[in-house]
């Protein structure tokens, strides 16, 4: 499954910065407008469950849940379909095409490494590059745009970050305060459910009782006051998979000029001088029924990443080849305990709800 960038979360953000005035760079969500310009709300909020795909949703909750109840269509994802490419252009309204916001780690000629963009550190190195992404890489958001508006808007985070909060209970807690603020805009980010897919797999126990208590919490903000909207979306979904240590395949290795970088399921390779068809052989050989191989060019070709013009260094990240998860097969350099993942083409891992509080009801 490729993206549809003209149904996608990218429309939810456009509808959301025209909302308030912003410049918008794809088509906006028609219900989502609708929604928005029927209802005329004092206070957004927009809350984003890392890892709550659509297709999770199905499988975990009845048909009578809050969630489910409330959830007016589903969308693309971009692509890849992971974190840092999706929140960022959620944030943005732009693609990661735009952003250069590819995946997890990206590398940077100028570090001569495969730096994790939203840790700075080291995919490989472990070496510390505090303040480096947003020197070389900078982002404007969507907070920017409304603090030079002069519109008032804020931020949830878990623990670690700004306005921080244990868990879903106080994330809930912590709008119905905000609520009460001068506040027009916020964004809340809930990390724990992708967190526990991974470590779980989508398929456990735990992830089930996750999602029911994040479908309990969530219907408490069905008791906000009428100028108050919530909209709640996902960045990707997960699937189970299966890891492969791509040390245990020396013919592909000994290609590299360096490591790879970007996701377990949307890989970029860069390769030695001379070795581009020994690596295409190898790695066809061993992984042709999982994963398409990809030509920078070709990747590029395919608008994978999204539309509009790309960033100045949209290109350099992509390296020689692109390889792209077409099964539940990821691909590390070591060991990896991770049991679900996401970044590759799975309609499980691309479809993320649209959830509106109060629901968003249709016009005849």
Known sequence: MLVKYNNSILNLANSIREYYGLDTYYDTDKDVSEWLNTNKFKHLFLILIDGMGSRILDEKLDRHSFLIKNRIKEVATVYPTTTTAATTSILTGKSPKENAY???????????????????????????????????????????????????????????????????????????????????????YYDALDTLEHLEGVKSDKVTVLIKQIDQQLSRLSKLDDDCGVIVVADHGQIDCVNVDLEDYPDIMECLKVLPSIEPRCMAFSIKDGMHERFEKAFRKHFNETFALLTKQEAIHMNLFGLNDAHERFEEFILDYLAIGTSNVCLYVGKSKMKGQHSGTKEKEFMVPIITIPKFVRKN
């Open 102 to 188: 590819l995946g997890w780690s990206q590398y940077f000629n100028e570090a001569d490494d495969q730096i994790i963009l939203f840790r700075e550190q080291g995919l490989y190195s472990k070496k510390d590059y505090q303040g480096f992404i947003n020197e070389v890489l900078p982002c404007k958001k969507i907070f920017d745009d409304l603090d030079e508006k002069g519109i008032s808007n804020d931020s949830i985070w878990p623990i670690w970050g700004h306005n921080g909060v244990d868990g879903i209970e106080e994330l809930v807690d912590k709008i119905f305060d905000f609520s009460k603020k001068d506040i027009s805009f916020c964004y809340a």
